[in-house]
């Protein structure tokens, strides 16, 4: 089986669908482009300006990666954005997020590097009025063998 390239999205017409496609890959993103700019906004946002993310100057003359990178939990937040890009459910109304189980990043992901999300279904539990997944995310890195991140995403959505 060969793994696909094409960004895709799975449609299921009823949240209750997505018991058939546990343990299945559901989609696959666009590439996004994270720039400088991205990066500076979200130091600022969050409070961490380690001169690794923002003093470009200062990373390609100390840091080991040659170049300022993206924070980890910067690009652990485009998971939502991912996420909606893969997988659409017609009788959901809204979602929120509920969590997150594993995370981990395997690899730097450097200032202009570009990554998307590959979407696969874990796991999926029934709660009143809507239901519970569990999606693997691998954020796949333009380049690279290694992802930026792997975690396992988990939303909670509501029926209209």
């Known amino acids: 089986m060969?793994?696909?390239?094409?960004?895709?999205?799975?449609?299921?017409?009823?949240?209750?669908d997505l018991n058939e496609a546990i343990g299945q890959e559901v989609g696959l993103s666009d590439w996004f482009r994270i720039d400088q700019e991205m990066i500076n906004t979200f130091a600022r946002l969050t409070g961490d300006e380690q001169w690794i993310h923002v003093d470009e100057a200062r990373a390609a003359q100390y840091s080991p990666y040659?170049?300022?990178?993206?924070?980890?939990?910067?690009?652990?937040s485009l998971a939502s954005k991912f996420?909606?890009?893969c997988?659409?459910?017609?009788?959901?109304?809204?979602?929120?997020?509920y969590g997150l189980n594993k995370v981990r990043f395997p690899h730097a992901t450097p200032v202009n590097a570009e990554v998307r999300?590959?979407?696969?279904l874990l796991d999926y539990t029934e709660i009143p009025g809507g239901g519970r997944y569990v999606l693997h995310?691998?954020?796949d890195l333009k380049g690279h063998e290694k992802p930026a991140c792997v975690a396992e995403f988990v939303g909670q959505v509501y029926t209209g």
């Open 83 to 85: 996420a909606y890009e």
């Open 117 to 120: 999300g590959r979407i696969s």
């Open 66 to 76: 040659g170049t300022t990178v993206a924070h980890g939990f910067m690009v652990l």
């Open 137 to 139: 995310v691998v954020f």
């Open 2 to 16: 060969s793994i696909t390239t094409t960004p895709y999205q799975t449609t299921f017409a009823k949240l209750t």
């Open 87 to 97: 997988l659409a459910v017609t009788d959901v109304v809204m979602g929120v997020n």
